[in-house]
C-alpha cells in the first residue's frame, strides 16, 4: 500500500522559512514525477514544485528563486524549502508521486502552512 506523509507544517511569519518533507512508503514501481501542490482557500490545487520524468525541476511562477525542492532517491523523500513566505504562500501542501507504468497519481493528506503575523 503506498502512503505519502507530509511534514513540516505550521505558521511562520511573513519572511520566514519552512521545509516540509515527504515520505513514501509501499513504492514498489517506478516513479515519472513527485512534487509539491498547495491548495489555498477557496481556489484550485496547484503546482508549487516539481520534479520531471527527466530528473529536471519545474516551479510555479509566484515561488521561483524563494523555495526549493529536492528529494532522496534512496529514500522515495521529497523535500520543499521555503524562503522568504509571504501571506499569499498560506495554503494546505500535498506531495504527489505520479506512478511511471500508467501515470497514476499518489496524494498525501495534507500539511497546513499559514503565513502571519
Known amino acids: 500500500q503506498v502512503q505519502l506523509v507530509e511534514s513540516g507544517g505550521g505558521l511562520v511569519q511573513p519572511g520566514g522559512s519552512l521545509r516540509l518533507s515527504c515520505a513514501a512508503s509501499?513504492?514498489?514501481?517506478?516513479?515519472?514525477?513527485m512534487g509539491w501542490y498547495r491548495q489555498a482557500p477557496g481556489k484550485e490545487r496547484e503546482l508549487v514544485a516539481v520534479?520531471?520524468?527527466?530528473?529536471?525541476?519545474n516551479y510555479a511562477d509566484s515561488v521561483k528563486g524563494r523555495f526549493t525542492i529536492s528529494r532522496d532517491t534512496t529514500k522515495n523523500a521529497v523535500y520543499l524549502q521555503m524562503d522568504s513566505l509571504t501571506p499569499e504562500d498560506t495554503a494546505v501542501y500535498y506531495c504527489?508521486?505520479?506512478?511511471?507504468?500508467?501515470?497514476?497519481?499518489?496524494w498525501g493528506r495534507g500539511t497546513q502552512v499559514t503565513v502571519s503575523s
Open positions: 504527489k508521486i505520479r506512478r511511471g507504468v500508467d501515470l497514476y497519481d499518489y
Open positions: 509501499g513504492i514498489f514501481f517506478t516513479i515519472s514525477t
Open positions: 520534479f520531471t520524468s527527466s530528473g529536471g525541476r
